[in-house]
């Protein structure tokens, strides 16, 4: 067990809620606690009250903004004074904007929330080792389950604490040989002022009434996990994430609240709020009316298109006009004046969408023609970085089935003529290559536009552009290149899907991104493309909820594999390849042809009944990616050898 007495415990949000109590635990046990607020909000002589009544040390309270770096390191400065290092760090500061909306998404939002949120864990970390020589012994980020469990004008909280994890386990690996450990411990629903601020003053009564008392966490209960932690036991675990929560997260649902309808005096019938009903008529009636709104005009074509259109504009012997439309529920009509906030969406939407998409659906799959119910010809599908790679890959996919591809690249780095060859070989139509910034907001309205000009609807959407510099160890992160990073490999898929909606008036039927599973696996030099990641996968879960509900539109990410593509080079060096296939064999690689085809698959209308989900290609290798496998490959080679060595067949 780990004795505290006198040593130095910081932490960052520490005055109020969680923090308080992290150092109350802390504070307990004899340690010299430095607590840290921002803007004056903390009442001093209350906190040292606290500290007193439990027989404390008196606390170090200072004031300092967690995300400017000039005001760290004189608190580190002052802590040196009185310590030779800092015991443990606790990171625990949260300030983000709330969420109202996928159209009030706004990329400084994000950046903001992330330099608030998740940085510091980061920049502490290295602001210690730089003024004390050394790490902490113990470093715990405080999260919460926002990154997999819905809550509303959460997001930018959810991805904060996403990327705060991701680089966790990163940190994690890259300091194992160093005496110091680095967990993050997840909560949710702690009584705090915080909870009341985000979700409203009817939040708890709510939960109490539907759910019961031990729902709620105490910021004591977070308290003394923390210092669980730190005690000397858990010295084997490093790069975890701990859900404290009382099992909370795996039975809140539904049939949880009906279950425990009699102990908490409920009235099942009463559990949600039915939705006002429309007759089958005027549900049919209205997704008809919402369909023709959005994607009822013609698809011209590009001059170059080697299509099956005929000279009459006919496709398959049916006019243009004729062929099935977005298989969904079509456009929400939203309605505000000057002057007032974002736009509601009318009731009617919400009365008609589900009983619209599949009338819809239905209609499609009797129309189309093959395994694919939807048809995808002379329809409007955009893959951003689709000149090569993945995002090539996807755009076949899609073109070998008559769509009208638009790809994007940027600094001039596509063969436009090999590009176009590679569609024409595979008898489809001559793509649209269109230089465009994915992180430049202008250029990603500008490729609306031109789509806009020729479709009246965007049918799918795939964010593929991933840039990121990879980094070698705690030293080597810095905030503006993770800021960078995020911004072109997780704001698109955000940013694409606002520009889709404001010039077309509906989201995209489906929209992909495209991932990999560095959050979960570690690859060198992959910190900020991993926490890049998940913060779009995030995203996704959030925006796939408000999509799917007003439009009954599809948004998934696709995980895969390392993809022997050139940005694989690119990122780890000519030599990975060949060790990976050597060591594991063909296996460790996914194809880029079977991304495109997974792409296309999720596109098909077969999976329409899945959104929200991230989705990995990768044959199970990921299960596999260990010592063990090596080792079982290795027996089976020798006893293959020694079979052949005594003539007989392995």
């Given at each position: 067990?780990?004795?505290?007495?006198?040593?130095?415990?910081?932490?960052?949000?520490?005055?109020?809620?969680?923090?308080?109590?992290?150092?109350?635990?802390?504070?307990?046990?004899?340690?010299?606690?430095?607590?840290?607020?921002?803007?004056?909000?903390?009442?001093?002589?209350?906190?040292?009250?606290?500290?007193?009544?439990?027989?404390?040390?008196?606390?170090?309270?200072?004031?300092?903004?967690?995300?400017?770096?000039?005001?760290?390191?004189?608190?580190?400065?002052?802590?040196?004074?009185?310590?030779?290092?800092?015991?443990?760090?606790?990171?625990?500061?949260?300030?983000?904007?709330?969420?109202?909306?996928?159209?009030?998404?706004?990329?400084?939002?994000?950046?903001?929330?992330?330099?608030?949120?998740?940085?510091?864990?980061?920049?502490?970390?290295?602001?210690?080792?730089?003024?004390?020589?050394?790490?902490?012994?113990?470093?715990?980020?405080?999260?919460?389950?926002?990154?997999?469990?819905?809550?509303?004008?959460?997001?930018?909280?959810?991805?904060?604490?996403?990327?705060?994890?991701?680089?966790?386990?990163?940190?994690?690996?890259?300091?194992?040989?160093?005496?110091?450990?680095?967990?993050?411990?997840?909560?949710?629903?702690?009584?705090?002022?915080?909870?009341?601020?985000?979700?409203?003053?009817?939040?708890?009564?709510?939960l109490r009434r539907h759910a019961g008392e031990e729902y709620f966490m105490?910021?004591?209960?977070?308290?003394?996990?923390?210092?669980?932690?730190?005690?000397?036991?858990?010295?084997?675990?490093?790069?975890?994430?701990?859900?404290?929560?009382?099992?909370?997260?795996?039975?809140?649902?539904?049939?949880?609240?009906?279950?425990?309808?009699?102990?908490?005096?409920?009235?099942?019938?009463?559990?949600?709020?039915?939705?006002?009903?429309?007759?089958?008529?005027?549900?049919?009636?209205?997704?008809?009316?919402?369909?023709?709104?959005?994607?009822?005009?013609?698809?011209?074509?590009?001059?170059?298109?080697?299509?099956?259109?005929?000279?009459?504009?006919?496709?398959?012997?049916?006019?243009?006009?004729?062929?099935?439309?977005?298989?969904?529920?079509?456009?929400?009509?939203?309605?505000?004046?000057?002057?007032?906030?974002?736009?509601?969406?009318?009731?009617?939407?919400?009365?008609?969408?589900?009983?619209?998409?599949?009338?819809?659906?239905?209609?499609?799959?009797?129309?189309?023609?093959?395994l694919i119910p939807n048809d995808y010809h002379g329809r409007a599908v955009?893959?951003?970085?689709?000149?090569?790679?993945?995002?090539?890959?996807?755009?076949?996919?899609?073109?070998?089935?008559?769509?009208?591809?638009?790809?994007?690249?940027?600094?001039?780095?596509?063969?436009?003529?090999?590009?176009?060859?590679?569609?024409?070989?595979?008898?489809?139509?001559?793509?649209?290559?269109?230089?465009?910034?994915?992180?430049?907001?202008?250029?990603?309205?500008?490729?609306?536009?031109?789509?806009?000009?020729?479709?009246?609807?965007?049918?799918?959407?795939?964010?593929?552009?991933?840039?990121?510099?990879?980094?070698?160890?705690?030293?080597?992160?810095d905030r503006r290149s993770l800021l960078k990073s995020l911004e072109y490999?997780?704001?698109?898929?955000?940013?694409?899907?606002?520009?889709?909606?404001?010039?077309?008036?509906?989201?995209?039927?489906?929209?992909?991104?495209?991932?990999?599973?560095?959050?979960?696996?570690?690859?060198?030099?992959?910190?900020?493309?991993?926490?890049?990641?998940?913060?779009?996968?995030?995203?996704?879960?959030?925006?796939?909820?408000?999509?799917?509900?007003?439009?009954?539109?599809?948004?998934?990410?696709?995980?895969?594999?390392?993809?022997?593509?050139?940005?694989?080079?690119?990122?780890?060096?000519?030599?990975?390849?060949?060790?990976?296939?050597?060591?594991?064999?063909?296996?460790?690689?996914?194809?880029?042809?079977?991304?495109?085809?997974?792409?296309?698959?999720?596109?098909?209308?077969?999976?329409?009944?899945?959104?929200?989900?991230?989705?990995?290609?990768?044959?199970?290798?990921?299960?596999?990616?260990?010592?063990?496998?090596?080792?079982?490959?290795?027996?089976?080679?020798?006893?293959?050898?020694?079979?052949?060595?005594?003539?007989?067949?392995?």
């Amino acid at each position: 067990m780990n004795d505290f007495r006198g040593k130095a415990v910081l932490i960052t949000g520490g005055t109020k809620g969680i923090g308080l109590a992290i150092g109350l635990a802390f504070g307990r046990v004899g340690a010299h606690v430095y607590l840290t607020h921002k803007w004056g909000s903390a009442d001093e002589d209350a906190i040292r009250s606290q500290f007193a009544e439990i027989g404390a040390l008196p606390p170090t309270i200072i004031e300092a903004d967690v995300s400017r770096e000039e005001e760290t390191a004189p608190l580190l400065a002052a802590i040196h004074e009185q310590h030779d290092a800092i015991e443990a760090f606790i990171s625990n500061v949260c300030v983000v904007q709330t969420a109202r909306g996928l159209e009030n998404h706004m990329r400084r939002s994000l950046l903001k929330s992330i330099e608030y949120s998740a940085w510091p864990f980061v920049s502490y970390l290295q602001g210690i080792e730089r003024e004390f020589g050394r790490c902490p012994r113990y470093v715990v980020g405080v999260s919460s389950d926002g990154a997999d469990r819905y809550f509303s004008h959460y997001e930018f909280v959810a991805v904060s604490k996403a990327v705060m994890e991701t680089l966790c386990r990163y940190l994690a690996t890259h300091l194992a040989g160093q005496d110091v450990r680095l967990n993050i411990v997840r909560s949710r629903n702690v009584l705090t002022d915080a909870v009341t601020e985000i979700f409203g003053d009817d939040y708890e009564n709510f939960l109490r009434r539907h759910a019961g008392e031990e729902y709620f966490m105490h910021a004591d209960e977070i308290g003394d996990a923390v210092l669980g932690l730190c005690s000397g036991l858990f010295d084997s675990m490093s790069g975890q994430i701990l859900q404290i929560d009382k099992g909370m997260a795996f039975a809140d649902t539904l049939m949880r609240a009906y279950d425990r309808r009699n102990e908490l005096g409920l009235d099942p019938s009463n559990l949600i709020e039915p939705t006002p009903q429309l007759k089958k008529d005027e549900h049919h009636d209205e997704n008809t009316r919402r369909s023709n709104e959005c994607g009822s005009g013609e698809h011209d074509r590009h001059p170059g298109d080697r299509s099956q259109l005929g000279r009459s504009g006919e496709v398959d012997g049916r006019s243009r006009r004729e062929q099935p439309r977005h298989c969904g529920g079509g456009v929400v009509q939203h309605a505000r004046t000057e002057g007032e906030g974002p736009p509601q969406r009318t009731v009617e939407a919400d009365q008609h969408r589900r009983l619209g998409r599949s009338s819809a659906r239905s209609q499609c799959r009797q129309e189309s023609i093959g395994l694919i119910p939807n048809d995808y010809h002379g329809r409007a599908v955009l893959v951003t970085g689709g000149t090569q790679g993945l995002g090539l890959a996807i755009g076949l996919a899609f073109g070998e089935q008559g769509a009208d591809v638009w790809l994007t690249h940027r600094w001039g780095s596509a063969d436009e003529d090999a590009v176009r060859r590679a569609f024409l070989e595979r008898g489809a139509s001559v793509p649209h290559i269109i230089e465009a910034d994915a992180a430049r907001d202008d250029d990603t309205s500008s490729v609306m536009a031109q789509i806009r000009e020729r479709h009246d609807r965007l049918e799918v959407l795939v964010s593929n552009v991933a840039m990121a510099r990879t980094v070698d160890g705690l030293q080597d992160y810095d905030r503006r290149s993770l800021l960078k990073s995020l911004e072109y490999s997780a704001w698109p898929l955000v940013g694409l899907t606002q520009a889709a909606q404001e010039a077309f008036g509906c989201y995209p039927r489906y929209t992909l991104g495209t991932s990999c599973d560095g959050p979960d696996t570690y690859y060198p030099g992959y910190d900020f493309v991993a926490a890049s990641k998940k913060v779009m996968e995030t995203f996704c879960r959030y925006m796939a909820k408000e999509v799917y509900e007003s439009e009954g539109a599809c948004m998934n990410v696709l995980r895969s594999r390392p993809v022997s593509t050139d940005s694989l080079v690119a990122t780890f060096g000519p030599e990975f390849e060949p060790y990976l296939r050597e060591h594991f064999g063909d296996d460790y690689f996914i194809d880029a042809e079977e991304v495109g085809r997974a792409a296309l698959g999720l596109c098909s209308g077969l999976l329409d009944a899945m959104t929200g989900q991230v989705i990995l290609l990768d044959r199970g290798v990921a299960f596999q990616d260990n010592l063990m496998r090596r080792f079982d490959l290795a027996q089976r080679s020798s006893a293959s050898a020694a079979a052949l060595t005594n003539g007989n067949r392995p």
